[in-house]
């Protein structure tokens, strides 16, 4: 979510359990939107606010929500007793999407980053695993071809895979899997959209995982980088390894971006190609997030000089990096001993969802300003629904989301940037950013810079129009357009 307010009266640890009850998978004879319990009016008032957080149970719990926002695809079919379309001699190989989990195993590392490591890049796992691992699971919806020739029984080969951001799940996608399933379908390949782990509907693991080992005293940035990274990272190389796939085409927006980077570096061989959208921590010499963007992210127009900007090049293929689309003065405008406060809070793990699940009864109605105002451009059922799915992912307990501070420093800027650590990545890259977005797009093109010097020259920045950071949401033509450009090479926009 947009940097919503925060609480600095947070006991950390208490707010790492569950404040409500727990999410029940929704029933599997639920295949039609019909079936499922209405996702009800979105709190308006304190009193429909109260009413929400009180009433709040499994029956409108977040794997309901993702039911009902998956339905509105055409390719959906969400009882697993519910068979494959039958092939046509007009569609031989109907697209199918079903949602799915995979269980990985993940292993005890032997042995931790050295803290005493000067390098501005987080060292990889050790190779040597102990015996011991944990289960997990990571949920998602897959994408595949029925019938003779289909894409059902495909074994290893490359996968495409969308991979979302901090504070969001697979369905912030719902504009876009049916098309991105299509693409797949053109490309004969199978694609997934993922919850993270920590995320969404995969497991929660417990935070502390984040926090600095006992006994390590003065940790190094890297060492501290490193830890949160390879939860994501290794997470993901477990669930390609269960699935037995070769390589993986990344499609990661924000947080989801970044990670998509680091797992490249920690695995180049297992990835084919990147797609980037709004990616966060690349630039080198950032600009700390103002601390007007969320109000600029949640404008339903272009800024003047996020517009400027962008048409002083042609989608971004041609001309300087555009200028970013806030001004510095915005970033001094809170009080210094709130800003210190933040920061304080910020490098002790504080996660803005802890802040806003300690507000209790009030928590609804600030879900609803984001939900209201983040999706003002879609129809009104589908916001309701949109907001059951958001809040109810707001109410499961906090996991994934305490990377946040380990990753980042306050102000959204990369502790590790990722532009010095992608010299040597010699695949194809894309970067995507909105012509208001309040991601520096200067990152894209100093990363494009740096990976032609080295000799690769399969790399791009484009500015899409009439968007913000959630670029796929905001313009979702543009955004599919590009995507189909992108992952079938012969055909263009």
């Given at each position: 979510m947009s940097n919503p307010v925060p609480s600095f009266s947070l006991d950390l640890p208490d707010e790492r359990h569950p404040l409500a009850l727990e999410v029940d998978p929704p029933s599997a004879s639920s295949s039609t939107s019909s079936l499922?319990?209405?996702?009800?009016?979105?709190?308006?008032?304190?009193?429909?606010?109260?009413?929400?957080w009180w009433k709040h149970s499994s029956e409108n719990g977040m794997a309901t929500a993702e039911e009902r926002l998956l339905n509105r695809l055409p390719s959906f079919i969400a009882s697993k007793s519910t068979s494959d379309p039958t092939p046509?001699?007009?569609?031989?190989?109907?697209?199918?999407s079903r949602v799915f989990d995979t269980t990985i195993q993940l292993y005890s590392e032997t042995s931790s980053p050295s803290p005493s490591s000067?390098?501005?890049t987080p060292p990889p796992s050790p190779k040597t695993k102990s015996p011991a691992s944990t289960s997990e699971n990571i949920h998602g919806v897959e994408f595949y071809t029925a019938g003779i020739d289909g894409t059902k029984a495909t074994t290893g080969g490359t996968v495409n895979v969308i991979l979302h951001g901090y504070g969001a799940a697979l369905a912030f996608f719902s504009e876009n899997l049916e098309e991105f399933g299509e693409i797949c379908s053109l490309g004969k390949r199978r694609g997934f959209a993922l919850d993270w782990l920590g995320m969404?509907?995969?497991?929660?693991?417990?935070?502390?995982?984040?926090?600095?080992?006992?006994g390590v005293?003065?940790?190094?940035?890297?060492?501290?980088?490193?830890?949160?990274?390879n939860f994501f990272v290794d997470s993901l190389e477990a669930w390609r390894v269960a699935g037995g796939f070769e390589k993986?085409?990344?499609?990661?927006h924000s947080l989801g971006g970044y990670l998509s980077i680091a797992y490249q570096l920690r695995f180049p061989s297992r990835v084919e190609q990147l797609l980037l959208i709004s990616p966060a921590g690349i630039p080198t010499h950032p600009q700390p997030a103002p601390a007007s963007a969320a109000a600029a992210e949640l404008s339903p127009t272009p800024n003047s000089a996020a517009s400027s900007a962008a048409s002083s090049i042609k989608d971004g293929r041609n001309g300087d990096a555009p200028k970013p689309a806030f001004k510095k003065a915005d970033a001094a405008a809170a009080p210094s001993y709130k800003k210190a406060v933040f920061e304080w809070a910020w490098e002790k793990g504080w996660s803005p969802f802890a802040a806003i699940r300690s507000l209790g009864p009030l928590a609804p109605r600030v879900a609803t300003v984001y939900t209201t105002n983040r999706f003002r451009?879609?129809?009104?059922?589908?916001?309701?629904d949109m907001y059951a799915y958001i809040y109810s992912m707001l109410?499961?307990?906090?996991s994934g989301e305490y990377c946040i501070s380990s990753i980042l420093a306050p102000g959204a800027v990369a502790r590790l940037p990722m532009a010095a650590r992608m010299d040597d990545i010699k695949i194809p890259v894309l970067f995507l950013f909105g012509e208001k977005d309040w991601m520096d797009p200067k990152g894209g093109y100093e990363a494009c810079e740096r990976m032609k010097l080295n000799g690769n020259e399969n790399v791009e920045t484009i500015i899409v129009e009439e968007a913000g950071h959630h670029v796929y949401l905001d313009n979702p033509t543009k955004f599919n357009a590009i995507l189909r450009r992108a992952l079938l090479k012969d055909v263009r926009d």
């Open positions: 499922l319990p209405p996702s009800g009016s979105i709190p308006r008032s304190v009193a429909s606010s109260i009413q929400t046509t001699h007009a569609n031989p190989n109907p697209l199918v000067s390098s501005s969404g509907l995969s497991s929660r693991p417990s935070p502390k995982v984040f926090e600095t080992p006992a005293k003065d940790e190094t940035v890297e060492a501290r980088v490193a830890r949160a990274e993986l085409v990344l499609i990661g451009a879609l129809s009104e059922d589908k916001v309701q109410r499961l307990k906090g």
